[in-house]
């Protein structure tokens, strides 16, 4: 729950991304970014220069895209976009005119007044009015955000070989630092644990691992043609976690729910979630897809029995022949006909075999973290600490917390516990993966203590009813979603009344003790 309106989607903004690439020591290198590890969208993580389509990029237009991409008017402006935000961010020059033109000291201007807002936008295009020819900034494929993002890009993705004589210097800022990576490298590194790389970047480099350039290209469109098709995207913020955003019946602003698909011998499936048909046949060709890759399905791991996130138990049970385990109370109450297995407890260990590095006992580790839900289990992976944390956080919005099921006391008293868990990437059911999942419950456990502040202030005033009180506590909160935040303000007052300073004053209102 937050105070995104129920009804507003998912904005796609346009982006371009680029490819730049050398030849050295006969193979083929990328050029990779490392962004800043305080920014919000992918803070800590590889990717490639790239950025958001600017005014000073120009209007729509009609020309030769090239192959794949014939046709499309907003071709142009993106690709005037990738060549700005190569310069902007490694001083990289790619058209060879402009290199001729400006001496060195001019350039680093120009550069300069880019990274400094809208006289340098204005500059720049001036000196660079016309898109770059296709055989020196071409376009490979465009790749859209799934919509399990607040916030989704519309990139092109293009290619570029570094000019002769350039050299890529990053200035510290948003990105802090940059470096050429032969793909196989890139991909041993983020196997390893060493680095972090941006999900559709990661596909590239995988596409690119035998330096087939030719090949590249054909690659990149066909996996791009196949997303838009709408298969499902193989989105990975850690090695060996496959996350499939599946709509579901979730509650608003969240519209789907992730399954992780988790291993790299042996497959886990957890939280199976849709109950739509179409979106389960989305989802198992996914699975088909790893499994045609070798990986063994092995089992489904639920955290806990709401709808939105066990709508595809049954049907995944049945079609994989595959044991459900979770909480004892969460096999109880979900539908029957999957096959029953084992119930999991707080410290139960599940192998999953070999790590994507090689190394071996890798296992999945449950954590029980009651409190949004009585039979609530995480889940961490051994290896890079990983860690599935259902209901408990989200990266696009609170967490209702609807006694008597859910309890407050509790759920915080869970999310301390987490604390004390080893933990990288956090995977939510909604929203996005993070990269620093204590840094999100450490958000989350200051953002109840304010609620409960502002809640105290709120009943300093005398005795009020739980509809009187929520406009006054979720002030910031869109005013549909106030019978939502009821049931959360009902759970503070709970605790309120457990720790001895509010009460129920038995004629629908609640006053301080």
């Not at 996350?243 to 608003?252: D, E, F, H, K, N």
């Not at 886990?268 to 990986?295: K, S």
């Not at 696009?396 to 859910?406: F, H, L, Q, R």
Request: aromatic share 6%; hydrophobic share 40%; glycine share 8%.
């Amino acid at each position: 729950m937050s105070a995104t309106p129920p009804t507003t989607p998912a904005a796609r903004r346009a982006a371009s991304a680029l490819v730049l690439y050398r030849r050295e020591r006969g193979r083929i290198e990328v050029f990779l970014v490392e962004r800043a590890a305080e920014l919000r969208f992918f803070g800590g993580y590889h990717a490639l220069p790239g950025g958001v389509r600017g005014k000073e990029d120009g209007p729509d237009e009609r020309g030769n895209a090239g192959p794949g991409l014939d046709g499309e008017p907003d071709l142009p402006p993106l690709a005037r976009c990738a060549e700005r935000e190569l310069f902007e961010e490694t001083g990289v020059l790619l058209d060879p005119g402009l290199r001729t033109r400006l001496a060195a000291s001019e350039r680093d201007a120009v550069r300069t007044e880019l990274l400094a807002g809208a006289e340098g936008a204005t500059r720049w295009s001036s000196l660079r009015p016309q898109a770059l020819r296709a055989d020196v900034l071409a376009p490979l494929c465009r790749i859209c955000t799934p919509p399990f993002a607040p916030v989704r890009y519309d990139t092109v993705f293009f290619l570029a070989e570094l000019p002769q004589g350039e050299q890529p210097l990053v200035l510290p800022g948003e990105l802090v630092g940059g470096r050429f990576m032969a793909p196989s490298e890139a991909l041993a590194a983020w196997r390893r644990g060493e680095i972090l790389i941006v999900p559709p970047v990661l596909i590239l480099l995988e596409l690119l691992r035998d330096g087939d350039l030719a090949a590249f290209a054909s690659r990149a469109r066909a996996i791009a043609d196949r997303y838009e098709s709408g298969f499902l995207h193989h989105v990975r913020f850690s090695p060996g976690v496959v996350m499939a955003s599946v709509r579901s019946p979730t509650l608003p602003p969240a519209t789907t729910t992730n399954c992780l698909l988790v291993g790299e011998e042996r497959l886990w499936i957890v939280d199976p979630a849709t109950p739509d048909r179409d979106e389960q046949e989305r989802l198992f060709a996914l699975i088909d897809d790893l499994v045609a890759d070798g990986r063994v399905p092995a089992g489904i791991a639920v955290t806990h029995h709401h709808q939105d996130h066990v709508g595809a138990v049954v049907a995944t049970s049945r079609r994989y022949g595959l044991a459900v385990r979770g909480h004892p109370l969460t096999l109880d109450r979900l539908e029957p006909g999957f096959v029953r297995g084992e119930p999991l407890r707080d410290g139960d260990r599940v192998p999953l075999g070999v790590a994507p590095d090689g190394s071996a006992d890798w296992e999945l580790v449950a954590r029980a973290t009651p409190g949004h839900d009585r039979g609530h289990l995480c889940f961490r992976e051994t290896r890079y600490d990983a860690t599935f944390v259902g209901d408990m956080l989200s990266t696009v919005s609170t967490i209702v917390i609807d006694p008597p099921e859910g309890h407050l006391r509790t759920y915080l008293h869970s999310l301390e516990r987490m604390l004390g868990d080893p933990m990288s990437t956090l995977y939510p059911a909604h929203g996005p993966a993070m990269r620093d999942g204590h840094r999100l419950i450490r958000q989350y456990l200051r953002h109840r203590r304010q609620r409960e502040a502002t809640l105290l202030e709120a009943l300093e005033n005398g005795p009020a009813t739980l509809r009187e009180l929520v406009a006054k506590v979720y002030w910031d909160t869109d005013a549909r979603m106030f019978p939502l935040a009821e049931r959360s303000l009902l759970a503070g007052l709970d605790k309120l009344a457990e720790d001895g300073v509010a009460r129920d004053c038995d004629d629908g209102r609640w006053c301080r003790a």
